[in-house]
C-alpha cells in the first residue's frame, strides 16, 4: 500500500500543473456547496439564539395568524379585536399556564432634555411579560400590577436608549418624552442584541393599561402572550387556551375560530422552508461542478494511463498483478480528487471567515466538511477513475512493451 501510494504521488507530482487545472472543477463544486453550508450553518446557530428569546414555551393569541395567505389575511382583518381582558380571562381558567401578558406595539418618539430618538419600539405590557421574554435588568425593576392597575406613566428602557437618550447619565428616577407624554425610568434592560434584523434593545417597556390611555384605544387589537408551566406541555397549553378563548369569544361548537394561536414553531418551519430550497440550489450547482470535474479526472488519467503504458508494461512483466495496477490509478484519481476537495474547502473557508469578520451575516465552518470531503473523494475518485484504471489493468504486457 505505501509503495502504491509513493507511485501515485510521484506520478501526479511530475505532472502537478495539470493535475491541479483538473481539480478545478471538483474545487469550484466543492467550494460552492461549502460557502453554503457555511452561511446556513452561521444562520442556523443565530437563528436558533434568536428565536429561543421568544420562548420555545410561550404562545401567542392574535386574531392575526403568522405567514398566512392572501386570503387568510384578508380574512382576518374582518375578525373582531382581542380585548385587553382575555389576558386575565385565560390566566384565571388555565391549567397549563404560568403566566400571561398583553403585547401592544406602538412607535415612539423619545425625547430627553436635547436628545431624542425616532422609531422606537414602545411594548404595552404587563409584569409577567419579563419572565415570558426572559429579559433580565441591569438596574432597577421591571413593571408591577400596581403600574397595571393605576396606569402609571412608567418606563423600563432597553440598552441602547440607555446609552443614545442618557449618554452616559444615569437614567432612573429621570423623565422621558414619549411621543410628547411624560415618563418616569424605573428599570434599564441588559444587552439582548437583535432578532430577525430588529434591535431588541432600541425598545421600551410600559404598562400596557397606560399604552392605552395614552394613545388611544380604538381599532386596536392586543396580542396576548401565554407562558406555559412547562415546555412539555405546550401542546396542552395551546388546546387549553384555544377552548378557553372559544368560550371567552362566545364561539359556537362547529363554528371556525375567530383569532390565531401562533408560536414560533411557525418561523422555524418557515425557516427550514427557506434554508432547504437553498440546500437544493446549492447541491444542484455543486453536483453539475463534481461532474464537469470527475470527467476531467477521467480524462486526466485516461492521458496518464496513455502516457504510462510502457510502464505498466514493465510492472506487469515483473509480476504486478491486474489488482495492483487498478488499485494505484485509483488511488491517484482519489488523490487528484482530495486536491480539489482540499482547494475548495480552503476558499470556501476563506469566504466563510470574511463574511463573519466584514458582513452583517452569519458564518461558520461546520464540522461535516471532513465527513463531506472524504465522501466527496471517494465517490468521485471510484466513479470517474474506475474506467482509466480498469484500461490500465488490463493492458497486455507484451503489447504494453511495444508501445511507443
Known amino acids: 500500500m505505501i509503495e502504491v ?4 504521488g510521484a506520478a501526479l507530482w511530475a505532472h502537478k500543473f495539470r493535475a491541479l ?27 436558533a439564539e434568536q428565536i429561543s428569546s421568544m420562548g420555545s414555551d410561550v404562545l401567542y393569541v392574535d386574531k392575526r395568524g403568522w405567514f398566512q395567505g392572501r386570503d387568510a389575511w384578508v380574512l382576518s382583518r374582518q375578525r373582531r379585536n382581542i ?20 403585547r401592544i406595539y406602538q412607535g415612539g418618539r423619545l425625547k430627553y432634555k436635547e436628545n431624542s430618538l425616532e422609531r422606537v419600539a414602545v411594548l404595552g405590557a404587563a409584569a409577567d411579560m419579563a419572565v ?24 423600563v428602557i432597553g440598552a441602547a436608549i440607555d446609552e443614545n437618550l442618557f449618554g452616559g447619565e444615569d437614567p432612573l428616577g429621570k423623565r422621558l418624552s414619549i411621543n410628547g407624554r411624560k415618563f418616569l425610568v424605573i428599570g434599564i434592560l441588559e444587552k439582548q442584541g437583535q432578532m430577525m434584523g430588529r434591535n431588541l434593545d432600541n425598545m421600551i417597556y410600559i404598562p400596557a393599561e397606560t399604552l392605552l390611555k395614552m394613545f388611544g384605544r380604538r381599532w386596536r387589537n392586543i396580542t396576548i402572550a401565554v407562558k406555559a408551566s412547562s415546555p ?7 388546546d387549553e387556551v384555544e377552548g378557553i378563548m372559544r368560550r371567552y369569544r362566545q364561539i359556537r361548537p362547529g363554528q371556525p375560530n375567530d383569532f390565531a394561536i401562533n408560536q414560533q414553531s411557525a418561523l422555524q418551519e418557515l425557516y427550514d422552508n427557506a434554508t432547504r430550497m437553498l440546500w437544493m440550489v ?34 506487469k512483466s515483473l509480476g504486478a498483478r491486474r489488482r495492483t495496477i487498478l488499485w494505484q490509478f485509483l488511488v491517484e484519481s482519489m488523490a487528484v480528487s482530495a486536491l480539489g476537495v482540499v482547494v475548495g474547502f480552503v476558499m470556501a473557508s476563506g469566504v466563510a471567515v470574511f463574511v463573519q469578520r466584514y458582513t452583517t451575516l452569519a458564518a461558520r465552518v461546520p464540522p461535516t466538511w471532513i ?27 507484451i503489447e504494453a512493451l511495444r508501445y511507443e
Open 132 to 155: 415570558i421574554a426572559g429579559v433580565e435588568l441591569v438596574d432597577g425593576r421591571f413593571l408591577s400590577k400596581l403600574d397595571s392597575q393605576r396606569k402609571k406613566a412608567v418606563v
Open 83 to 102: 380585548g385587553l381582558d382575555a389576558g386575565e380571562y385565560i390566566l384565571q381558567r388555565a391549567q397549563y399556564v404560568s403566566h400571561v401578558s398583553p
Open 371 to 397: 465527513a463531506l470531503g472524504i465522501g466527496v473523494v471517494v465517490v468521485v475518485g471510484l466513479i470517474f477513475g474506475l474506467w482509466p484504471a480498469t484500461k490500465a489493468a488490463r493492458l497486455d504486457p
Open 5 to 8: 501510494l509513493r507511485i501515485a
Open 282 to 315: 446549492a447541491i444542484g450547482i455543486g453536483s453539475i461542478a463534481l461532474i464537469v470535474g470527475g470527467v476531467g479526472v477521467m480524462n486526466i488519467m485516461l492521458v496518464t494511463v496513455t502516457e504510462r503504458t510502457v510502464e505498466i508494461g514493465i510492472r
Open 21 to 47: 487545472l483538473t481539480t478545478l472543477g471538483i474545487a469550484i463544486g466543492i467550494f460552492t456547496v461549502g460557502v453554503v453550508m457555511a452561511i446556513i450553518e452561521g444562520l442556523n446557530a443565530s437563528f
Open 232 to 238: 412539555d406541555l405546550i401542546n396542552e397549553a395551546r
